[in-house]
């Protein structure tokens, strides 16, 4: 099979195309025939040093958590997946030297899901990080709910930092799908359209000098739940618009690594600030966002492409070092590799 590996940190020239061995899989594992790999910015992170430092914990790592595809072998013990099935995937390299950009790779079973027969093999890559995250995010409020479906997010009001980012997008589509009314902010007018597209209720370009009274104007009471990208640059913002007891989950450092918090406004409305991280959320929320965001599938939500508010931006295997170079460089959209035929 052909592979993209490498075997020290650094830019993406460190990555290079090779012939592996098809791997087997072992007790409670799958081996997955790749159709789409997904790309998001831990997959380039992780490469250029910021997960593993100077050393890598494998000889050989295949970069990308996220894919979709075909079980092609299943291990002894696994129960609920054939060969043939047709899965997502994700957390494919976490911990594992085993990522989606190859033509096959071996996943432990529980981080499998099974991709309803409607749903797009390219929707199916873009899951994983972006929709997990946000679902979490989604879920941390102290009164609100811990699974998602219709109606759990009724009567509250969700505002989603960069609505035109994977996570964004994943968290306007779960929020309105949940019932709540959202509102995204946003830089310009063609990423107003694309959060609108994905379905937001209002957008407010948050470099307007009255942004937070465009936002109260919506929201008198204030938002409910901030899925938040960059708290460097949106803490004052974010404390104006919170109501009362309002929970703000915060999934990136864009901006910085250091944020100030004005005290009294968060103070004055008991805010929370929800930091998370996927790869340390435990299996329970794992488990709980693949079946929530499954349940969304089966729905018809989480759709991708330009009509969806989502561009998608496509590379070969062989251009893996683009592709994250394009993730790098803030692609507007979706990043995906096509690896095998569907």
Known sequence: MRSIVYSQPGDSSVLS???RDL???AAGEVRVRVVVSGVNPTDWKARAGGTYGDGLPF????????GAGVVDAVGPGVDGLAVGDRVWLFMAAASRPTGTAQEYTVVPAARVVALPDATSFDVGASLGVPAMTAHRALTTHEEGPARLGPGALEGMTVLVAGGAGAVGHAAIQLA???????ISTISSDAKAALATAAGA??????RSDDAAQQIRAIAPDGVDIVVEVSIPQ??????DVLANHGVVSIYANNGGDA????IRPNMSVNARYQFLLL???GDEALAAAAEDITEALHDGVLPVGPDAGLPLTRFALADTAAAHDAVENDTVGKVLIDVTEA
Do not use: C, F, K, M
């Open 17 to 19: 195309l090779v012939d």
């Open 23 to 25: 791997p087997e899989p």
């Open 59 to 66: 000889a050989e790592i295949t970069p990308n958590q996220d």
């Open 176 to 182: 309105r799908w949940a019932g709540a009314t959202v």
């Open 201 to 206: 209720h209002h957008t407010v370009n948050y």
């Open 234 to 239: 949106n803490a004052d913002l974010v404390a």
């Open 259 to 262: 944020a100030s918090l004005p």
């Open 279 to 281: 790869y340390t959320i």
